[in-house]
């Protein structure tokens, strides 16, 4: 059985820092920049999966990295 993602969605502090890291350190393309809701974000291609990136809205609180945490 094969998996793939259809889409992913991303929230970030720096949106151009993530864009340049999808970019420029994946190889993936910049479909367009747009809102999700109130946030500014954009849409990327990764080799045919959707990821979608947006910073956080002013209501939404950022918690630390959670995979450092047992």
């Given at each position: 059985m094969s998996f793939r993602f259809h889409h992913v969605h991303?929230?970030?502090k720096d949106l151009e820092k993530m864009i340049g890291f999808?970019?420029?350190g994946l190889g993936a393309d910049l479909v367009r920049r747009k809102?999700?809701?109130t946030a500014?974000?954009?849409s990327l291609d990764l080799q045919g999966t959707a990821i979608n990136?947006?910073?956080a809205r002013a209501?939404?609180?950022m918690e630390a990295d959670a995979s450092?945490?047992?």
């Open positions: 991303i929230i970030c999808f970019t420029e809102k999700f809701g500014d974000g954009a990136v947006r910073v209501d939404e609180r450092r945490t047992v």
